[in-house]
């Protein structure tokens, strides 16, 4: 192809070929796209791209995305919040999946990922220590472990089981119910199938 389009052209194709999701087919939609718009419309897009990193940080509580400048997550800090009760998510995105749902008020645990030993994903890379410390901190009163409904999902939950009641903090423990299809991650599931997933939580 490198032949047959220009360099630059294949390197936007190339590039855009790196995201998750994205075919050949649709790098090379993106990149033409592009192409053909205003080139304030890259430019934009190259600015955006570039501040996102030093625009983007951790909120040290809950491990969710905040803006650089903030100290800690609105959903943390909001007063209206219930600390006592903490859904614990594998993955930032995850929370707007259930904030959608609009039948969640607590707060969020944000893991970083799910323990995976073909992917070199152990306990020791996830937060776990910083939700032990909360779970006493904060006074919580119940763990809903909401990790995706997947192998490595299922094997995480039961570890943060385990982990939690070797620790002898007495808590209340739950689980999404079984309305998420198995493989389906949060970030995809439905609104309806959310809200029947938190609504019928049972004990873990």
Request: charged share 25%.
């Amino acid at each position: 192809m490198s032949q047959l389009l220009p360099s630059a052209l294949v390197n936007a194709i190339d590039e855009f070929g790196r995201l998750p999701g994205v075919g050949d087919r649709t790098a090379e939609r993106y990149a033409y796209f592009l192409l053909r718009a205003d080139p304030r419309t890259s430019q934009k897009l190259a600015e955006t791209i570039s501040k996102l990193h030093s625009g983007v940080k951790f909120c040290p509580k809950t491990f969710a995305l905040i803006d650089a400048d903030e100290d800690v997550s609105i959903l943390y800090s909001d007063p209206s919040r219930d600390k006592s009760i903490v859904a614990v998510v594998e993955e930032p995105l995850d929370i707007i999946a259930l904030e959608r749902t609009g039948q969640f008020n607590g707060t969020y645990h944000v893991l970083g990922g799910a323990i995976s030993p073909i992917d070199g994903v152990g306990p020791e890379q996830l937060h776990i220590p910083e939700l032990i410390e909360r779970l006493t901190n904060d006074n919580v009163q119940e763990v809903i472990i909401a990790t995706n409904a997947s192998v490595e999902g299922e094997s995480t939950a039961l570890f943060l089981q385990r982990h939690i009641l070797e620790a002898g903090i007495d808590i209340k423990l739950t689980r999404l119910a079984r309305g998420i299809p198995v493989g389906v991650d949060l970030e995809y599931a439905g609104q309806i199938t959310l809200t029947h997933a938190l609504e019928g939580r049972r004990a873990f």
